[in-house]
């Protein structure tokens, strides 16, 4: 998988036992407006019956700790679910736009 070796995604994965209970993809890129780099949460994926134990808070936390650590000066995620919303919220991510997508 080319992202796992590219320094500009971040795969984070969490685990109970042998099983792979969650995940989050994050990704880094030079924002040519701030002169500096962002980052983008692609996606953060937890169990559905592990949810609710702070799996998903935990690689949030290790996402923004690592962000912070590599001088990113944004953070960016969008979802259609208002259950995430509420839960990036949570964390301190405030509402800024509306994405867009154009699918080809």
Known sequence: MK???DEN?????A???????GVLHQ??????????????INFLL???ERRGKGIGSQL??????????????EIHVDTIYKEAAK???KHG????????????
């Open 60 to 73: 949030l936390d290790k996402a923004i700790k690592n962000a912070k650590e590599k001088g990113i000066i």
């Open 93 to 104: 991510f405030k509402d800024d736009g509306v994405w867009l997508e154009l699918p080809l």
């Open 3 to 5: 992202a796992l070796r």
């Open 27 to 40: 990704i880094f890129y030079l924002d040519i407006l701030n002169g500096g780099y962002n980052s983008h």
């Open 46 to 48: 937890v169990d559905e």
């Open 87 to 89: 839960f990036y919220r």
């Open 9 to 13: 995604h971040q795969i984070l994965v």
């Open 15 to 21: 685990e109970l036992g042998d099983q792979v209970v």
